[in-house]
């Protein structure tokens, strides 16, 4: 069983940046497969990047350019960069952990792009 804790969600302003951590328990950290997805209200989740064990990276077309995503493998985090936010942007954020049958989600955290 692995636990994903996420952070750094909050309130910013259409143009500005937010870095989204997530915190993952247990040992196998490395050989996961991690994720960034999210829900706008009314939406169905979506995939926002991905990030393979290897450090193979893809994202969504919608942030290509703007979002960065990486690993730390050795503090068993996951990060999430977002520059030049927009609107549309506006979702919760979860972070994702996929290894063989086994998929771990986190409980979210909110993030919110508004003048």
């Known amino acids: 069983q692995v636990q994903l804790v996420e952070s750094g969600g909050g309130l910013v302003q259409p143009g500005g940046s937010l870095r989204l951590s997530c915190a993952a328990s247990g040992s196998l950290f490395r050989v996961y497969a991690m994720g960034w997805y999210r829900q706008a209200p009314g939406k169905q989740r979506e995939l926002v990047a991905t990030?393979?064990?290897?450090?193979?990276?893809n994202y969504a077309d919608s942030v290509k350019g703007r979002f960065t995503i990486s690993r730390d493998n050795p503090k068993n985090t996951m990060y999430l960069q977002m520059n030049s936010l927009k609107a549309e942007d506006t979702a919760v954020y979860y972070c994702?952990?996929?290894?063989?049958?086994?998929?771990?989600w986190g409980q979210g955290t909110q993030v919110t792009v508004s003048s």
């Open positions: 990030i393979r064990s290897g450090g193979n990276t």
């Open positions: 994702n952990a996929q290894w063989g049958p086994r998929s771990y």
